[in-house]
Structure formats: structure tokens, C-alpha cells
């Protein structure tokens, strides 16, 4: 899972990346979930480890009775603002 979306860098330009879920914690009901994405030229660039550039942490609750993932990624897209984001299945 991942998605497509137009963000600033770290290099302060505004581009086209591959976003994905890097890591997330969370814990029981009503505890606030960590999640950590980064965002990459391509999904090529992903797969050959290449440097991300652009990366974002955010809180969020979680349901954990519903797959944790989908939630995290919707959690991006509202705080990020990221209106343009493209659900991408890989």
C-alpha cells in the first residue's frame, strides 16, 4: 500500500513521490498512534533504496479492531493536506 501525492521536499521543491508507510506504533483503544512516511521519486526509487525526500509524522487514533494501515494512511492525507493523493496497490 502507498500513495501518490504532490508534497515539498526537504529540498524546499514541490514534487510528484511515492509515499509510503515507513513505521507506526500503537497501543489499545483511545492511546494515540505514531506513524512515520517518506516519500520517494518512484516506487523504482523505493525498491532500490534510494534516499527518500520528503518524510512527515503524524498522531492519530486508531481503531484497533479495523486494519491499521488504511487508517494511518487516511490519518496522512487529512493532516498533510494532501489533496491530490492517488491510493496506489503495489
Known amino acids: 500500500m502507498a500513495i ?10 514541490e514534487r510528484l513521490l511515492y509515499i509510503r508507510l515507513n513505521n507506526m ?3 489499545n483503544h483511545g492511546v494515540t498512534s505514531q ?5 520517494f ?5 523505493y525498491d532500490n533504496k534510494n534516499h527518500f525526500m520528503w518524510e512527515q509524522d503524524i498522531e492519530f ?3 484497533v479492531s ?3 494501515w488504511p487508517q494511518a494512511y487516511e490519518a496522512l492525507k487529512a493532516e498533510a ?10
Open 4 to 13: 501518490q501525492a504532490t508534497v515539498t521536499t526537504v529540498y524546499g521543491e
Open 25 to 27: 506504533e500503537t497501543s
Open 35 to 39: 506513524a512515520k512516511f517518506r516519500g
Open 41 to 45: 521519486l518512484s516506487m523504482e526509487a
Open 61 to 63: 487514533i486508531a481503531d
Open 66 to 68: 479495523q486494519p491499521l
Open 81 to 90: 493536506d494532501l489533496t491530490d493523493a492517488v491510493d496506489l496497490m503495489d
